[in-house]
């Protein structure tokens, strides 16, 4: 099922024994396109203090309730690892952040999650101290690549990115407005972009794998697709998510193969 990581942002998070608090922001990385954390804002309960949740701890995103429901206890969250959300998130933070629960890190890794493509629930550590990463060096697709864990940060937010100007391979396409991502891995699969600039009205989806490059300085996603494409391309409704339906029709219309098969 597809979410947007937009609507995210307001929904409270509950652990097993209360609230922890509001999503403020979600980062995803720029070689998976996938969500690794949202940004959860702990109000009152921690000062406003901001903290981190894996799709790890999650146990289901409900819509109808505006909620995000985790395993893990708001002592467990209370003693995870500060994080400064309003600078980038290092490589070594992650670390310190997954040690501490117990996750293995996902960067050594081809597929989407470090023990396959979906994210797997697993016992967290308790909030004296996670359990070492001890899987983090082996699974499917691992790299075992010493320089990984020293790697540069690829995490973005995506509050900051939406707004971001799109290109196409001829002529300006939009901007950012949100990410569609699907529930089950986590996976950004679609960048919604507003064409308002010269489609009034119009929305339109763009998968990741349909883009060129990213000029992170210059705010920029270079498309590989033709403004005519995408003016012809089926309209996204913000206010309704598309179905597979809708979304087989989207890529026959730009003859690309779905993600699904």
């Known amino acids: ?3 947007s990581l937009t609507a995210l942002r307001k929904f409270h998070v509950h652990a097993t024994d209360g609230d922890v608090g509001e999503v ?3 980062y995803f990385d720029d070689e998976r396109w996938v969500v690794r954390y949202l940004a959860v804002n702990t109000g009152s309960w921690l000062n406003g203090r901001e903290v981190l949740i894996s799709p790890y ?3 289901r995103v409900d819509d109808a309730g505006s909620a995000i429901v985790i395993q893990l206890t708001r002592k467990q969250v209370e003693g995870s690892p500060s994080i400064d959300t309003a600078k980038p998130i290092s490589r070594r933070q992650e670390e310190s952040y997954l040690s501490y ?3 293995p890190v996902y960067w050594p890794y081809t597929t989407l999650w470090a023990w396959g493509a979906t994210p797997v629930v697993i016992p967290p550590g308790e909030a004296e101290g996670g359990r070492p990463p001890s899987a983090a060096g082996y699974g499917i697709g691992a790299k075992n690549d010493a320089a ?3 790697a540069d940060a690829h995490l973005h937010s995506g509050r900051e990115v939406t707004g971001y100007h799109i290109q196409g391979s001829d002529d300006a396409v939009g901007h950012v407005e949100d990410f569609l991502f699907e529930d089950h891995s986590w996976a950004i699969r679609y960048l919604a972009a507003d064409t308002r600039n010269w489609l009034p009205g119009k929305h339109v989806l763009i998968s990741p794998q349909w883009i060129r ?4 300085p210059e705010r920029l996603v270079v498309v590989e697709l033709k403004r005519e494409e995408i003016e ?3 309209q996204y409704d913000p206010k309704h998510l598309p179905s597979r339906g809708d979304e087989a029709n989207l890529h026959r ?3 690309r193969p779905g993600y699904w098969n």
């Not at 490059?213 to 992170?216: C, N, Q």
């Open 1 to 3: 099922m597809l979410h």
């Open 232 to 234: 012809a391309s089926p």
């Open 148 to 150: 990984a864990s020293s």
């Open 101 to 103: 629960f117990g996750y």
């Open 213 to 216: 490059e990213v000029s992170w």
């Open 57 to 59: 701890s999650i146990e």
């Open 253 to 255: 219309h730009y003859r």
């Open 24 to 26: 403020t922001d979600g």
